[in-house]
């Protein structure tokens, strides 16, 4: 078995970080500085850490029953690859590319100090 760190990619924001195996998403994010919210504080208790695993999902853990139920009550629709940022943990070593919601996004702005918000709404609407 291999060790060693799962590379967290977020898609069209220029940002990555890489996390030990049984780190979250969410903890990547942080690390990297991407905009993902997180009103719950990462507890399973709120969609706004929503985002979509768009390569790499079978570097993840599984979705348990509550994040599915979570999910479910994103503002967005759940798609194919949807994920809580604060349940999807890394379960071995690999790249995985992230999507950040809308949703996401648009909660941890509300925390986000202005300078941050500045850079980030600007890396936002120059997604690729």
Do not use: N
Not at 33 to 42: D, I, L, M, N, Y
Not at 90 to 114: C, D, H, N
Request: hydrophobic share 40%; with cysteine.
């Amino acid at each position: 078995m291999m060790s060693g760190p799962l590379r967290v990619v977020f898609v069209g924001l220029d940002l990555e970080a890489e996390i030990p195996i049984g780190d979250r998403i969410l903890d990547a994010a942080q690390r990297a500085g991407a905009p993902e919210g997180s009103r719950c504080r990462g507890v399973c208790a709120c969609s706004t850490c929503h985002v979509y695993v768009r390569s790499g999902s079978d570097k993840l853990s599984v979705m348990d029953d509550d994040e599915r139920d979570v999910i479910e009550l994103a503002c967005e629709a759940p798609r194919e690859g949807s994920r809580l940022g604060c349940q999807a943990r890394a379960a071995s070593v690999g790249i995985v590319e992230i999507e950040i919601s809308e949703e996401s996004f648009r909660a941890w702005l509300e925390l986000a100090t202005p300078l941050e918000r500045e850079r980030a709404v600007k890396a936002w609407s120059s997604r690729r």
